[in-house]
């Protein structure tokens, strides 16, 4: 069964200070992982597909990556706007073309 | 062009009432997928719909169940329900369904508590 895992489940950081959160996923055959962000009491919004291991893609101050076991969403200098729920999720080729599998999500606070 | 919308935004229920949940897509979508988001948790799939019928199923009892009307847009029912249903459900959209990836669209979620 395909299992995602993001770490931390929260973090704390002041306005400037980059940093860089983990998605640990486990999937029979990767048709894509994706990064969501999602605003409190809001449905997630897309920020990044991802298909291939070494692929990297980039929005405004956030850089996502992708390995065969893991995947990255790297902050550099964020700011109070950046504070919100991050969420990764995979999508199986066995389990179908739709179905995603998603993270608990790291809840990400930015202090000015 | 309006995105995903559901309705309603919040309900509140008793155990065992049942309850039934709206969604319509994106402009120019035509599969609609639900998802139970628990407090704190991320989002679990419960099932897809395209064509009018229910392509994939999660890990959900048959309390749950579905529709798709010939405009796209798709209903959410849960019978019998139980306070562990408490949860925001999520209706997300794309287009075309097993023909390939789709980029999913999500709506603003409907806050279910049950009392």
């Known amino acids: 069964e395909d299992q995602v895992t993001q770490s931390p489940e929260a973090l704390r950081l002041q306005e400037g200070e980059s940093s860089s959160l983990n998605c640990s996923y486990t999937?029979?055959?990767?048709?894509?992982l994706f990064w969501y962000r999602q605003d409190p009491g809001k449905g997630p919004e897309f920020l990044f597909t991802?298909?291939?291991a070494g692929e990297e893609k980039e929005k405004e101050r956030l850089k996502a990556t992708l390995t065969k076991k893991e995947s990255f969403l790297h902050i550099t200098a964020p700011k109070p706007e950046d504070s919100a729920t991050y969420l990764c999720?995979?999508?199986?080729?066995?389990?179908?073309?739709?179905?995603?599998?998603f993270g608990q999500g790291t809840r990400l606070t930015i202090n000015p | 062009d309006a995105g995903v919308t559901q309705s309603p935004t919040h309900l509140i229920k008793t155990r065992g009432q049942q309850v039934t949940l709206r969604c319509s897509p994106k402009?120019?979508?035509?599969?609609v997928s639900w998802y139970q988001q628990a407090l704190g948790q991320g989002p679990q799939f419960i099932f897809q719909?395209?064509?009018?019928?229910?392509?994939q199923r999660g890990n959900f009892p048959d309390r749950f169940s579905g529709h798709q009307f010939p405009n796209y847009s798709s209903e959410l029912n849960v019978n019998a329900l139980l306070l562990g249903d408490s949860a925001l459900y999520l209706c997300?959209?794309?287009f075309g369904a097993g023909t390939g990836y789709e980029k999913l669209f999500f709506g603003s979620g409907t806050q279910l508590s049950v009392l």
């Open positions: 997300a959209s794309s």
């Open positions: 999937v029979s055959g990767l048709r894509g």
């Open positions: 991802l298909y291939s």
């Open positions: 999720a995979v999508q199986g080729i066995i389990q179908g073309a739709q179905k995603l599998v």
């Open positions: 402009s120019g979508h035509d599969t």
């Open positions: 719909y395209y064509e009018e019928e229910e392509r």
